[in-house]
Structures are given as structure tokens and as C-alpha cells.
């Protein structure tokens, strides 16, 4: 696209001296991996995808400064949350989303999960989980957590997993007036979306945060390790594999149930790690040399795990970037010269089924 102002009587001039940008490069609308992308002051952000195989990220549009993504099939949903809290559907990568609606201000959405042809939203700031028409993003009902809130008065809902027509919701339980402390009990709330109703409430450890187990459920990280929690009212755990003794800081759970934690040694500690795990359970496979820079979220895509890196944390200059790491020895990281860039540093990782 030409930046030349064609000016009257210097057209001749104009058009040998106009300059030409590259052309942007296309969106691959077949791509897996979908990135959200964030600015260092989280000013900005936006959402990109990674051609298969690897590469830079491709950016496809503008985000909030604090934004997560979640896939359900092709469809990419973008969560704008606290400051824009809306939620966007894109059925095609590249145009305008399908539909974007509002979530309520100050709602801050955090995750969203298809089951029995509804999307369930969990709003972080509310006692109300909000259910939505997929096709329309029409507000269909809402389910009352209320009644599981800790002290402060909101249960802080964040992660969502669906398993069949329900809908597992991982209820934090942070006492926001006491410097955040979790309750010694967090609760996974297991949520019909057609009845609006809560089916059943799990007790797991405290602050837990779920991924989907290929076998139906979900693990829950949580303070005091693993568990496994699925909707029939099944629980177990918690169980610390080898070398998860340091916090969790973000997990994904593989097609065959290969775990890869995300670890640190302490809540604000800068080193971070990557352990590769044969089940949710155990047995530790390998691991990575610990590294000072701030890992946000860890997906699994064929052979690959893909780490989003967002920047070094006891040194910034570190730019952050996609890490991609073999599935087969879990190491080790290659060098931050080698990591995959775009615009903005990565925040957070989905993989979609285009098919």
C-alpha cells in the first residue's frame, strides 16, 4: 500500500519516488495454534495465529491489554477481560468477529466452554456465571455461585471445562480483602447449562485452575498439587509427581494424558521450569533447565509443547517469543535467539481444529 501523497503538479515526481510496505502476509485460516499477544505495559494487545510447522506469528486483529483466548472447534473466541470485558466469536480469522457482546462492566470473563450446544462464561468479578446462544451470543440464563463464595463475598470462577452437557467451573475461593489468600478449600462446581443449575460441588485443593483430561473431566492444579475431577462426582488427588513441589503456574494435558507443568519455586520466584510428566500423576519424564524468564501458558500441538515466554524476568531486555519444545525428552529450551517473535510478546495459547 503506497504512503506517496500524490500532490497536484509533482505526480511525475510522486509516483518514481513512492515507496511500497510489504505486503502483509496472509492469514493461514488452517493454522492451530491461536496466540493472544500482549504489549510489556499491557496497554495493547492483540490475537495471532502460528503457521503449522512454525514461524512468526501472524497477527489478525486488535485485543484488549488483557485478553485470553479459548477454541471450541475452529471457532476462535477472544476474551477481552477487566477494563473491556466482552466476549468475541470469529468463525473466520482475518474480518470482523461472528458477534461481540458484552459481559457487563467490570465483569472481567475469563474462560468459556461449549457443552449441550451453550456457551458457559464465567465472569471473575460476579457471583453469576452467564450462559450464551453460540450462533448469537443472546444471554440465555445465568447460574447463581453465590452460595460458594469465600469471605469476600465472590467465589472468583475462572477456569471451565466441559465434560458431555455439563460443565465443570474451577471456583478460586481468594479472600481479595487478606492479600488475595486462598481458602484452605477451593470447589469445582459441576453446572447443567440448560437447567441453569449447579449439579453437584467438588471439593479439590485450594485455588484451582482446570485443563480438560482426554478421558472426560479435568485436572485441577491447585496450591497443594494435582487432581483429577470429573462430572459424575468422581475426585482424587492431590498427588505431587516428581518435581512439582514448586508452584504450578500453568499446565496442558496431551491427547494420550502426558502432562507438562509449568513450575517455580515460589509464587514470585524468577526461575521458571518445564516438566514433562508420562500422566497427571506420574511418573516425571524430563524436564528443563530452569530460566529466568516469565512462561504464561503451555499448549500441546502434535509433537510440539509450545511455550508462550512472555519476557525475561529478571532481566527485560530478554525479549519474550513462542518456544516450541520436543514432546519426545522434554528439552532442552533452545536459545531466546531461536524463539519465534511477533509484534507482542505471547500471553496465552489455544489450539483449534480447523476441520
Do not use: K
Request: charged share 20%; with cysteine; aromatic share 6%.
Amino acid at each position: 500500500m503506497t504512503h506517496a501523497h500524490r500532490l497536484a503538479g509533482l505526480a511525475a515526481l510522486s509516483i518514481s519516488c513512492t515507496t511500497t510496505d510489504p505486503e502483509p502476509m496472509a492469514i493461514p485460516n488452517d493454522a492451530r495454534l491461536v496466540t493472544v499477544t500482549a504489549s510489556d505495559d499491557y496497554s495493547a494487545g492483540g490475537l495471532a495465529v502460528v503457521p503449522d510447522g512454525g514461524g512468526s506469528p501472524v497477527d489478525v486483529t486488535s485485543l484488549h491489554g488483557d485478553a485470553v483466548v479459548d477454541t471450541v472447534g475452529p471457532v476462535v473466541v477472544a476474551i477481552n477481560r477487566l477494563g473491556m470485558d466482552t466476549i468475541r466469536r470469529y468463525d473466520v480469522l482475518g474480518g470482523a468477529p461472528t458477534w461481540e457482546v458484552s459481559t457487563e462492566r467490570g465483569s472481567n470473563p475469563h474462560a468459556v466452554a461449549a457443552a449441550a450446544g451453550r456457551w458457559l462464561v464465567t465472569r471473575y468479578e460476579e457471583t453469576e456465571a452467564w450462559v450464551l446462544d453460540p450462533n448469537t451470543g443472546d444471554l440465555l440464563g445465568v447460574v447463581d455461585l453465590a452460595g460458594e463464595a469465600d469471605i469476600d463475598g465472590i467465589p472468583e470462577m475462572s477456569s471451565a471445562v466441559a465434560e458431555g452437557d455439563l460443565v465443570l467451573v474451577g471456583l478460586q475461593r481468594l479472600d481479595r480483602d487478606n492479600n488475595w489468600t486462598a481458602d484452605p478449600q477451593g470447589r469445582v462446581a459441576v453446572i447443567d447449562p440448560v437447567e441453569l443449575s449447579v449439579v453437584r460441588m467438588l471439593p479439590v485443593g485450594p485455588n484451582p485452575v482446570l485443563e480438560a483430561h482426554p478421558d472426560g473431566g479435568a485436572v485441577a492444579a491447585c496450591e497443594d498439587g494435582l487432581w483429577r475431577v470429573q462430572a459424575d462426582g468422581r475426585v482424587s488427588g492431590p498427588v505431587r509427581p516428581d518435581g512439582l513441589d514448586d508452584t504450578i503456574g500453568a499446565l496442558t494435558v496431551a491427547n494420550d494424558g502426558s502432562t507438562y507443568v509449568i513450575t517455580r519455586p515460589c509464587l514470585f520466584c524468577s526461575e521458571h521450569t518445564v516438566r514433562c510428566l508420562e500422566a497427571w500423576d506420574g511418573p516425571l519424564v524430563g524436564q528443563t533447565e530452569p530460566i529466568s524468564v516469565f512462561l504464561s501458558n503451555i499448549a500441546v500441538l502434535d509433537d510440539t509443547v509450545w511455550i508462550a515466554a512472555r519476557r525475561g524476568w529478571e532481566d527485560p531486555s530478554t525479549a519474550g517469543g513462542l518456544v516450541p519444545l520436543s514432546r519426545s525428552d522434554c528439552g532442552p529450551l533452545p536459545p531466546p535467539d531461536d524463539w519465534f517473535r511477533g509484534t507482542f510478546a505471547p500471553y496465552d495459547l489455544a489450539v483449534r481444529d480447523p476441520a
